[in-house]
């Protein structure tokens, strides 16, 4: 037990950091964000402890981590770009709208196929394993909210500094 307890807090802070990581350094190299997205996948199947049975349910959801992980990468460069366009006075604010429209579509699009990725394997799970799942995710969400604030202070705080 004490074992089992050792490994699932090894691994939430290991996912956990990672998130933390990559909302507070936003420019990862493709092979960084590769690297964080393997992470987290060997992270997950490793905290879910999958028995041979339900390991047939496992790669469409890692294949809908790998895709979403993508998705938010090109919707960040698309991100940077106008906020780029902004920063040099060259920016169209129908332009705007409609990027940000289309990125909430593809943002809901690939949170529905991951939802679905996961569903059949999220059936398959024991009580135990679902807590398990429950408890990563709630440490990782904890230190998502933590990265964004900080990330928020430090643009708040550079603001500052602007005005100065």
Known sequence: MLKTVVGLVTVLFVA?????????????????????????IAATK?????????????????????????????RIERLRHLAEQVREGRF????????????LSERGAALKQIADAWQPLSQALNPDQKQRLRLAAMYVLHEVRGAVERRRMEMMESEEDDVE
């Open 16 to 40: 956990g950091s990672a998130y933390a990581q990559e909302a507070t350094h936003a420019r990862l190299s493709p092979d960084e964000l590769k690297a964080l997205t393997e992470a987290r």
């Open 46 to 74: 490793d905290v879910l402890k999958l028995t041979p049975e339900q390991t047939r349910f496992w790669p469409p959801v890692e294949n809908a981590i790998r895709a979403r992980a993508e998705a938010r990468h090109h």
């Open 92 to 103: 169209d604010p129908v332009e705007i709208m409609r990027v940000r429209a289309e990125t």
